[in-house]
């Protein structure tokens, strides 16, 4: 069983910055593919941002690409989502997930092969 603890959110105005943490309670968190999702009120849990087991692939939906950046430090058993020139419409609650995967360089973007999530943060962008 793998636990997953987001942090970071919060309230920001338009063009500001956040980033947002996710530790896992787990020895191999380099076994696991991770992801970043979101779900704004009325809406379904999107896909944000996913990254390999090592960290040299990534994938970003095309709303926040070149604004969003996703990376892992697989000693601290965390990854990360750093969110730069925040859009109101980027206001949702925001969940990482873990996908245990045998290859080093698959990212994955479809939420239901995700095993594991976390709780979710609230990101709130004012305008």
């Known amino acids: 069983q793998v636990q997953l603890v987001e942090s970071g959110g919060g309230l920001v105005q338009a063009g500001g910055s956040l980033r947002l943490s996710c530790v896992a309670s787990v020895r191999t968190f380099s076994r696991y593919a991770m992801g970043w999702f979101r779900q704004a009120p009325g809406k379904e849990r999107e896909f944000v941002a996913g990254i390999s087991r090592s960290g040299r692939s990534t994938n970003y939906a095309d709303a926040v690409k070149g604004r969003f950046t996703i990376d892992r430090d697989n000693a601290k058993s965390t990854v990360f989502l750093q969110m730069n020139s925040l859009k109101p419409e980027d206001t949702a609650v925001y969940y990482c997930?873990?996908?245990?995967?045998?290859?080093?360089?698959?990212?994955?973007?479809?939420?239901?092969?995700?095993?594991?999530w976390g709780q979710g943060t609230q990101v709130t962008v004012s305008s």
């Open positions: 997930a873990a996908d245990f995967q045998f290859s080093e360089n698959t990212y994955v973007t479809d939420e239901v092969q995700y095993d594991y």
